[in-house]
């Protein structure tokens, strides 16, 4: 299947920083979609992209849809103790309703 | 309140053994889909299903099986034909279409020693 490179795997930061995770894919893709998943639990959707070069913020995230469509990233500003977790982006490409996911970036968030 | 449903949230298995995870949902969604997950890893597809009594294979369905009888339901049996069958387990549902995001249950921990 399609492949999705998430990066960074990993981030430790310190609370009140910003951050920023992307994702990038050889193919394009027609919906984009970044998941938070707290541990043991399941994935919750964060903010939804139908459209290239689409912003959109959700509180104090903002993500955006690659304008060649294969890529997207999503930013966190002024990072608090309860943004730890793993963070999925997921993309949709072609007529089907699957989704591809990447591998996800760990953040840790240091009080 | 409308959700999907996973349980038991941790199930243990000798090796050998087949065991039936459930997922209910009542949010009315279609579409209904199985993934595994590694420790850090991400998502990996199993079955889906778009409609009532029709399921397809994802991307790792060896070693296991899905039926589709009711909307609601979608359970997932991992056979003793599975290799690696401990991981933690994500049940997903959607409505049709391309745009539809995926809305996720809480997920069960299989552990099989």
């Known amino acids: 299947g399609q492949q999705l490179n998430q990066s960074p795997q990993s981030m430790f930061i310190q609370e009140g920083e910003d951050v920023s995770m992307n994702c990038t894919s050889s193919?394009?893709?027609?919906?984009w979609l970044w998941y938070k998943q707290d541990p043991g639990e399941g994935p919750v959707l964060l903010i939804a992209l139908y459209k290239a070069g689409e912003l959109t913020s959700n509180g104090r995230l903002t993500a955006q849809f690659g304008i060649t469509r294969k890529d997207s990233f999503l930013n966190i500003s002024a990072s608090i103790p309860s943004d730890v977790g793993i963070y999925f982006c997921a993309g949709r490409y072609g007529a089907g309703n699957m989704l591809t996911f990447g591998g996800g970036t760990r953040l840790m968030v240091k009080p | 309140d409308g959700g999907i449903t996973q349980s038991p949230k941790y199930l243990f298995r000798k090796e050998g053994q087949n065991v039936t995870l459930s997922c209910e949902q009542n949010l009315n969604h279609d579409a209904m889909y199985w993934y595994r997950q590694d420790p850090g890893q991400g998502l990996r597809l199993i079955y889906y299903s778009q409609i009532v009594n029709d399921f397809q294979k994802g991307d790792i369905a060896e070693g296991y099986s899905v039926s589709r009888e009711k909307k609601e339901s979608f359970p997932l049996t991992v056979t003793s034909a599975q290799k690696n069958p401990t991981a933690f387990y994500l049940c997903?549902?959607?409505?049709?279409?391309?745009?539809?995001?995926?809305?996720f249950g809480n997920g069960t921990r299989l552990t099989v020693t």
């Open positions: 997903a549902s959607s409505e049709t279409g391309t745009s539809s995001p995926l809305h």
């Open positions: 193919s394009i893709f027609n919906t």
